[in-house]
Structure formats: C-alpha cells, structure tokens
C-alpha cells in the first residue's frame, strides 16, 4: 500500500455508481493524502458506504478510478488497512478476549502480542471484566468497542472508519474518539463516515460532503466553511430583531440568534443596525460557521440534483 510522496493514498477520478436503472454516485472525485484525517459527510442515502464499498472492491464500479496507494485494492493488500464496516458483526458466540486474539492472528500478530494488545485495549475502554464473557453478551456499544479494537489492532497505516462512534453515549463517543486521534498522531491516514459534525471539527483535516451521490463541497474544514458564508454573528437579545439587507437570520429561538452577515456587511454595521432598531442586544460574538449550520444548509434544500 506504498505511495510516492506527492501521491495521495487515496485516488477517486470521475466514479460513478449505477444499481440497476438508478445512478447513485456520479463524477465523483477526491483524494486523501498520506497522514491526513479525513472527513467523508453526507445524509442517510448520499453514498458514503457506497463509496467505500467500491474503494476496497467488495462493488464493483460503474465507472471511473478508485486507487489505493496507486493501484486497485486487493485482499492481499489488507494487512496494513483497518475498516470498520457500517454493519458490524463478529463472532457473537465465541468470548471476547478469544475473538480479538483470532482477528490479531489473522493480520499477522503473534498469539502474544494480540493478547497483551486485546488485554490492555480491553482496560483502556472499560472491558476487562468482559475478557471472557460471549460477545452477544455484550451491550451494542461494547461490541462496537470491540470491532474497534480489532479494525486498529494491528496499527494499520489506513483506517476506513464507517460511522465509527455510532450509538455511543457521549463519554464513550470522547474515549473512542481520543483512541483515534492517536491513531492519527501516530502517522495514520484516515477516512472516517460520520454524522457527528463536532467529531469532525475536533480531528477532520480535510471534508467532501456528498449529497445524493455528488460532492457538494470539498476541502479543508476553513475552505468549506468560508464557501458557505464564513463568518455568523451569535447574538442573545431582550427585544426584537429587525428584518434588515444587511444580514440573514439564520436561527432565532428563546433570545438566542445567529445572523449570517449579506454581501460581505461588517460587524461594526450589522451591530449598529441591530442597537439603532432597538434589539436589546445583551451580547455579540463573531464566530466561525459550524459545520452543523452547513449540514442543515445543503440538505435543507430541495432535492434539486435528483436523477435526471
Ligand atoms: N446493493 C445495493 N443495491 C441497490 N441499491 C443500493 C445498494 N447499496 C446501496 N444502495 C443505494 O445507494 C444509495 C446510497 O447508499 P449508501 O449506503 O452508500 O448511503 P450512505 O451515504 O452510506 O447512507 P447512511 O448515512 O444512511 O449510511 C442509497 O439510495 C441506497 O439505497
């Protein structure tokens, strides 16, 4: 899974995905490079599994280039790749400890070594009394925490990660979120599937997000947010705000506002307009846009890039 120093890791040139009559991904394109985490976001449906099905082999493409360290992925290049799949599924009947060390011997670990790695991940996420309880024993979230465990095992240099905080409380959403940020410090490159946007603001060098199969947007976490207006003013008021040309609301609930400024309105404006209409303006913070706020943008808009 060798790449050359400007070659990304992953390559993705013009992929088109068609079941049957029906086009679910089209010219699609996009790389991730070597080190990088990567935030691949999209609605239910938008074709992120999809995507990543084709990129690992298990779909054969409709068209275009999907590239794994410069070439088509095969199995035998799987000993360095680590994929969480969307639908999870061990060995339910067989223990905890049993099933880790079997996975840590099938990507070359010794018997050894995958047991101190599983005993030790086991202790680190708050299993170590389930060592030898059966999986289907196990709550949801900590199968999931299993599967984890196994897809990093083995340290792999890409880490395909489809939605891998799913179902998690936010305590163990932070854990396993610190267990792959480290993955990331130590050198990994990573693609990961998620809804969660604070998730992505906390690890995500760069984004594509996909709606109904195209990329609407993709870049750095700053370009994508400069593309879809940048800067918002959070305000908290007393009063009422004034319909104004200087800036859209785009949330007002309970004296808590966030207004997206128009045609590139200063603070010192907006916040003048705002004190001269009377608003009771208790505070105002520039902020940058969240990526919540964009999410709720692209997909709150009508379906207008549906088959045709
Ligand atoms: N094997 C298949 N046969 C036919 N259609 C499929 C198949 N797999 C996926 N699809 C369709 O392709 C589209 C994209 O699905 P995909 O699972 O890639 O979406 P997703 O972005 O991963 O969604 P989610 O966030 O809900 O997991 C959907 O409309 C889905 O119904």
Redesign the pocket.
């Known amino acids: 899974m060798s790449s050359g120093a400007a070659e990304p890791l992953v390559h993705i040139q013009d992929f088109r995905?068609d079941?049957?009559d029906?086009t679910?991904?089209r010219d699609l394109s996009f790389d991730v490079h070597v080190g990088e985490t990567f935030g691949f976001l999209?609605?239910?449906?938008?074709?992120?599994?999809?995507?990543l099905?084709a990129l690992l082999g298990i779909?054969r493409p409709t068209a275009g280039i999907l590239h794994v360290g410069g070439k088509v992925f095969e199995p035998s290049d799987g000993s360095r790749l680590g994929y969480l799949p969307?639908e999870r599924g061990l060995y339910k009947k067989e223990h905890v400890l049993d099933v880790m060390v079997y996975f840590g011997r099938l990507k070359g670990l010794s018997k050894t070594a995958a047991r101190s790695w599983s005993e030790t991940y086991l202790e680190r996420v708050g299993l170590a009394d389930k060592a030898k309880a059966r999986l289907d024993k196990l709550s949801s979230g900590q199968q999931q925490k299993i599967q984890l465990g196994v897809t990093i095992m083995n340290n792999p240099e890409l880490l395909i990660l489809?939605?891998p905080t799913k179902g998690f409380d936010p305590v163990n959403r932070r854990l396993l979120m610190d267990i792959i940020e480290e993955h990331k410090r130590a050198g990994a490159t990573v693609i990961m599937?998620t809804?969660q946007m604070e998730e992505v603001e906390r690890l995500c060098d760069r984004v594509i997000l996909?709606k109904d199969?195209v990329s609407r947007a993709y870049g750095t976490v700053e370009d994508v947010q400069e593309e879809f207006g940048g800067t918002v003013y959070r305000v908290t008021y007393d009063g009422v705000l004034p319909l104004s040309s200087l800036f859209d609301v785009v949330s007002d609930d309970d004296g808590r506002a966030e207004l997206a400024p128009l045609q590139g309105a200063s603070e010192e404006k907006v916040l003048r307009e705002l004190v001269e209409a009377g608003a009771g303006i208790r505070s105002f913070t520039p902020a940058r846009i969240s990526l919540d706020e964009i999410f709720i943008k692209v997909y709150g808009e009508q379906h207008e890039l549906a088959e045709g």
């Open positions: 995905m079941f049957g029906t679910v991904i999209g609605s239910n449906g938008s074709g992120k599994t999809t995507t099905r779909y969307e489809d939605e599937v809804h996909l199969g």
